[in-house]
């Protein structure tokens, strides 16, 4: 399976921007699926964004809509999270997540996390 390392989170002002990446091993990274999911304290683990293996369909939840973007770069086995004009309900733990067979909007489609990362957003 590949494994995913999330960087790029942090503290951020509501309004403002953050990126997070996810660095995944392995030589088989375009033959997944990636998504991006958050977990906010007390929370579900919730799907934000995914993208297709070849990087052409991407799909977001309404909730991030406009404001965040999902790409890829299969050639650096990467993946990022574009977060713009961020509210204090973003704030959560933000995991990777990589799937074989179906595009990653529900935790049980996942066959790989990432670790996970806090991104804060203060109001």
């Known amino acids: 399976q590949v494994q995913l390392v999330e960087s790029g989170g942090g503290l951020v002002q509501a309004g403002g921007s953050l990126r997070v990446s996810c660095a995944a091993s392995g030589r088989t990274f375009s033959l997944y699926h990636m998504g991006w999911f958050r977990q906010a304290p007390g929370k579900e683990r919730e799907f934000v964004a995914a993208?297709?293996?070849?990087?052409?369909?991407?799909y977001y939840a309404d909730s991030v809509k406009g404001r965040f973007t999902i790409s890829r770069v299969n050639a650096k086995t990467t993946v990022n999270l574009q977060m713009n004009s961020l509210k204090p309900e973003d704030t959560a733990v933000y995991y990777c997540?990589?799937?074989?067979?179906?595009?990653?909007?529900?935790?049980?489609?996942?066959?790989?996390w990432g670790q996970g990362i806090q991104v804060t957003v203060s109001s």
């Open positions: 997540a990589a799937s074989l067979t179906l595009i990653p909007r529900f935790p049980s489609a996942v066959n790989s």
């Open positions: 993208v297709s293996q070849s990087g052409g369909n991407t």
